[in-house]
Structures are given as structure tokens and as C-alpha cells.
């Protein structure tokens, strides 16, 4: 069988172009089965005998369909086709969603400000590496106040939380707020 799945094959307009479509049919053709038998329960070894160098060959192809990065996927996840497209649809999301602009300072224990510590960056995963890095440096007690723009919408204020939450794990307690300043 080809590795490779003709782009004419791959649905693309339409109604057919949905997400779980082309997932459905990549999933089809790289392990031979028919798409009427991918429900989210039917389990990936279990039910349809994919072994894990199978795995990793249809997830290079979706990285390849998707344009996705191999280090963010989260294979030890992955049991059923439903894991599949969750993660799917999470990296998908995570893809299109544009990094948020933020302004942030870390403020000591006394009440300084720790100015060498302020950043004005665009929120990555390598930014919050950073700012996690910074955080191993200060002592319990000590704030990071971040900073985004007034436009940002409430999911976009909680993927800033939630990307943080690694410096609040070291003692730091974060303070996001909307600044008076647009993207």
C-alpha cells in the first residue's frame, strides 16, 4: 500500500470538508479499513490491530495532511479512534489560534519590581518556558502580573492562565489583566 494518500482523495469543499472527514478518510486509507467503522470507541489496537510503528506512520501522515509538529503530539494518549481526533482537533485549534501579545513583569516578595525580569513578547510555548525559568529564580511570595491586549476575548485570557499555571506551580501567583492598549 502507498504511504502516501492521493490529495484528490483527501475531501476538501464542500460539506465533506469538515475535520472528521478528511480525518476519516486518511485514518481509512493508511490502515485499510472502511470509514463507517471509525466511532470514537472502536479501540486502535484492540479493535483494528494497529501496532505502534502503524500509529506513528499515520500520525506522520497527519502531520503532513494538517501541517503539524511531531512534539506536540501526545501518542502515550492515544487509544481510540475518539483519542485520535480529540488530539486531532486540539492541535488543529492550538495551530490556528494566533500567539497572544503580553507585557510581563515579575514583582518580588517586598514589593519591587524585578526589572530585569519584564518581557514584552508574544505568548509561545518557549515564551511560558521562559517565564517558568524566571519564576525557579524569585521566592514564594513573589506576582507575575501579565498584561494583554483589551481586545483579547475571555478564551483567550484563559489560555493565558492555563499557560502560565507551571509558574503558579512554583510559588509565583499570576495576575492577568486587559491593558488599555489593542493588538
Not at 44 to 56: F, G, H, I, R, T
Given at each position: 500500500m502507498?504511504?502516501?494518500l492521493?490529495a484528490?482523495?483527501?475531501?476538501?469543499?464542500?460539506?465533506?470538508?469538515?475535520?472528521?472527514?478528511?480525518?476519516?478518510?486518511?485514518?481509512?486509507?493508511?490502515?485499510?479499513?472502511?470509514?463507517?467503522?471509525?466511532?470514537?470507541?472502536?479501540s486502535?489496537?484492540?479493535?483494528?490491530?494497529?501496532?505502534?510503528?502503524?500509529?506513528?506512520e499515520l500520525?506522520?501522515?497527519?502531520?503532513?495532511?494538517?501541517?503539524?509538529?511531531?512534539?506536540?503530539?501526545?501518542?502515550?494518549?492515544?487509544?481510540?479512534?475518539?483519542?485520535l481526533?480529540?488530539?486531532?482537533?486540539?492541535?488543529?485549534?492550538?495551530r490556528?489560534?494566533?500567539?497572544?501579545?503580553?507585557?510581563?513583569?515579575?514583582?518580588?516578595?517586598?514589593?519591587?519590581?524585578?526589572?530585569?525580569l519584564e518581557?514584552?513578547?508574544?505568548?509561545t510555548?518557549?515564551?511560558v518556558?521562559?517565564l517558568?525559568?524566571?519564576a525557579?529564580?524569585?521566592a514564594?511570595?513573589?506576582?507575575?502580573?501579565?498584561v494583554?491586549?483589551?481586545?483579547?476575548?475571555?478564551?483567550?485570557?484563559?489560555?493565558?492562565?492555563?499557560?502560565?499555571?507551571?509558574?503558579e506551580?512554583?510559588?509565583?501567583?499570576?495576575?492577568v489583566?486587559?491593558?488599555?492598549?489593542r493588538?
Open positions: 502507498s504511504s502516501a492521493p484528490e482523495r483527501i475531501p476538501r469543499t464542500g460539506a465533506a470538508s469538515t475535520l472528521d472527514a478528511r480525518l476519516a478518510t486518511l485514518v481509512a486509507f493508511h490502515l485499510g479499513v472502511a470509514a463507517d467503522v471509525l466511532v470514537p470507541s472502536v486502535l489496537a484492540d479493535d483494528l490491530a494497529v501496532d505502534s510503528l502503524e500509529l506513528l500520525v506522520l501522515a497527519l502531520e503532513a495532511e494538517f501541517g503539524l509538529t511531531p512534539r506536540r503530539w501526545r501518542l502515550e494518549h492515544v487509544r481510540t479512534y475518539g483519542d481526533r480529540a488530539a486531532l482537533e486540539s492541535e488543529v485549534a492550538a490556528v489560534s494566533p500567539p497572544i501579545p503580553v507585557r510581563t513583569r515579575f514583582v518580588t516578595a517586598i514589593g519591587r519590581a524585578a526589572s530585569a518581557r514584552a513578547v508574544e505568548l510555548p518557549y515564551t518556558s521562559l517558568v525559568d524566571d525557579r529564580r524569585l514564594a511570595g513573589s506576582r507575575l502580573d501579565v494583554v491586549p483589551v481586545d483579547t476575548p475571555e478564551t483567550g485570557l484563559a489560555a493565558v492562565r492555563r499557560g502560565l499555571a507551571g509558574v506551580r512554583r510559588g509565583v501567583a499570576v495576575d489583566r486587559r491593558a488599555g492598549y493588538r
